[in-house]
T-cell receptor, first 111, second 114 residues
């Protein structure tokens, strides 16, 4: 089993739709979680951190479910510019600094 | 510069040759990471440096791969006797320290082994 798993998609949605992605992780002791965004042929960039209490940044909401070992990303009112691959990132409990990336979920927002 | 700099941006080499990939992190960033990404795939962890030491080398795929970091700054990833399966984008990232810090990625080196 991979340490971090995501549905690769693609998720094809119309503009204005709400879309949600999940990411599961295998190490129950994992401490920190992030969502990164990667545009085609570009480097990944941090989208948002995921806190235990959940957090919201504009149209984006991230949630953590420790009991079921998954994190989620919700995008409301999708824009064409949201089209990208969304990478789930987990840091292990040993705090060695090793960040483990999921395969990524591709989102395509259509006009 | 202000960001993570990687060179070369593209490298085409013949099978069996050695290659060196360079990463110049953001000034003051003590943590440095190497990942590789094959076409359509996620990021595969290779190695992590804290200062000049590498507490985690677990991702290096074989003994043909090695990396070093000097002066707590520039890092070099060396691949000896390259194979076609080594073809990928090699991404370097740096962060300000240990712990759940924001990573800043370079634009990568596209390695093609013919």
């Amino acid at each position: 089993r991979k340490e971090v798993e995501q549905d690769p998609g693609p998720f094809n949605v119309p503009e204005g739709a709400t879309v949600a992605f999940n990411c599961t992780y295998s190490n129950s002791a994992s401490q920190s979680f992030f969502w990164y965004r990667q545009d085609c042929r570009k480097e990944p960039k941090l989208l948002m951190s995921v806190y235990s209490s959940g957090n919201e940044d504009g149209r984006f909401t991230a949630q953590l479910n420790r009991a079921s070992q998954y994190i989620s990303l919700l995008i409301r009112d999708s824009k064409l510019s949201d089209s990208a691959t969304y990478l789930c990132v987990v840091i292990g409990s040993s705090n060695t600094g090793k960040l483990i990336f999921g395969q990524g979920t591709t989102l395509q927002v259509k006009p | 510069g202000a960001g993570v700099s990687q060179s070369p941006s593209n490298k085409v080499t013949e099978k069996g040759k050695d290659v060196e990939l360079r990463c110049d992190p953001i000034s003051g960033h003590t943590a440095l990471y190497w990942y590789r990404q094959s076409l359509g795939q996620g990021l595969e962890f290779l190695i992590y440096f804290q200062g000049n030491s590498a507490p985690d080398k677990s991702g290096l795929p074989s003994d043909r791969f090695s990396a070093e970091r000097t002066g707590g700054s520039v890092s070099t990833l060396t691949i000896q006797r390259t194979q076609q399966e080594d073809s990928a984008v090699y991404l370097c990232a740096s962060s300000i320290g240990t712990g759940p810090e924001k990573l800043f990625f370079g634009s990568g080196t596209q390695l093609s082994v013919l």
